[in-house]
């Protein structure tokens, strides 16, 4: 079994109040090193078998045409989870 | 008799009052199924307001794929008048029906009040019993109403006289150039996010010059689409 992860983030020029409120809440519960939150969204799509150049293409299209609002929204990542936690773990030098 | 279909989707909250619009109006509402790809052959088409699957993904998002509403798209683009209240609004964006989008109110609440509006267009289907320039009052509830689009767009829309209502006074929501409702460029298609359905018969609407809850503000809307069938 595969996953996919598609992170969607409301675009950079686009106010996002829930960013925002959270940002407020922060600095009371101490963290005021924080200047700024962006609040976005991420889908994890199963499917059986590994995760193909074919299957990142059609989560890439489901992004942009159904997890995305492109009026509002940016897709920022489409990626095979175990393949980019495998690589992670490399760059650590911990494999 | 013209007949009004009103789309109930699963979570919609509104439709009966839209029907009860229809009826007052003098149209025969006919109710429409989000999961039958069918419009019984009806003249114009409501999508009232509510939280469609409980506005899961985007509000509108997940409706916008409903079995009725390719039907919808499909006769919204042979001239079929079609109004999206509120959710119905978001619904329309979603289907690219209309441009732009709506986000979260400007200030995070809920936002339930009588709200005044500017028509600046009376040539739509649903607008044409209304003067240009005319205030009138409708109530306005809603979670994600703020209007935004990229400034193209809404330069667009005000060059063609495509901006229908802007809200008067204080801006509830945020929503970009103060806009309330659009019309995409043949004018059957309107957007907003107020609620005419609310306000179309005696007692029960907004306060109005012929005292409180006397508002029948909404009720034009659908005469407007009447009157427009007609010829």
């Known amino acids: ?95 | 008799m013209s007949r009004i279909g009103v789309v109930t989707f699963p979570g919609t909250l509104d439709d009966r009052d839209a029907a009860r619009g229809v009826r007052l109006a003098g149209g025969e509402p006919v109710a429409l199924w989000h999961a039958d790809a069918d419009l019984k052959g009806v003249d114009a088409v409501v999508l009232p307001g509510g939280f469609s699957y409980g506005d899961y993904l985007r509000a509108g998002a997940i409706s916008r794929f409903a079995p009725v509403m390719g039907e919808v798209v499909d006769a919204a683009g042979k001239g079929l008048p079609v109004l999206g209240i509120c959710n119905g609004f978001q619904v329309l964006t979603e289907a690219h029906l209309l441009p732009g989008s709506m986000i979260k109110n400007e200030s995070l609440h809920f936002l339930c009040r009588e709200q005044v509006l500017t028509v600046e267009n009376s040539d739509t289907a649903w607008t044409r019993e209304f003067e240009r320039g005319e205030d009138i009052t409708i109530p306005l509830k809603n979670q994600d109403g703020q209007y935004v689009a990229d400034e193209r767009t809404l330069d667009e829309l005000e060059g063609e006289g495509r901006v229908v209502f802007r809200y008067q006074g204080d801006n509830p929501n945020g929503s970009r150039r103060d806009i309330a409702g659009i019309t995409n460029a043949a004018g059957n298609v309107v957007g907003l996010m107020p609620h005419p359905e609310h306000a179309v018969e005696r007692g029960f609407g907004p306060d109005g010059a012929q005292g409180p809850r006397s508002g029948t503000d909404g009720l034009r809307f659908f005469t407007s689409v009447l009157r427009a069938l007609v010829g």
């Not at chain 1, 992170?7 to 200047?35: H, N, S, Y």
């Not at chain 1, 700024?36 to 299209?61: I, N």
């Not at chain 1, 997890?67 to 760059?91: F, G, H, K, Q």
């Open chain 1, 1 to 95: 079994m595969g996953r996919v992860v598609v992170d969607v983030m409301p675009k950079p020029e686009i106010l996002d109040p829930q960013g925002k409120a959270v940002a407020g809440a922060l600095p009371r519960l101490g963290f005021g090193q924080f200047t700024s939150v962006r609040q976005g969204k991420r889908f994890e799509l199963e499917v059986d078998g590994p995760v193909t150049p074919e299957v990142l293409e059609a989560a890439a299209a489901a992004a942009e045409q159904v997890l995305s609002n492109p009026v509002i929204e940016d897709v920022v990542r489409v990626a095979d989870i175990e393949a980019d936690a495998a690589a992670t773990v490399a760059s650590q030098g911990l494999a």
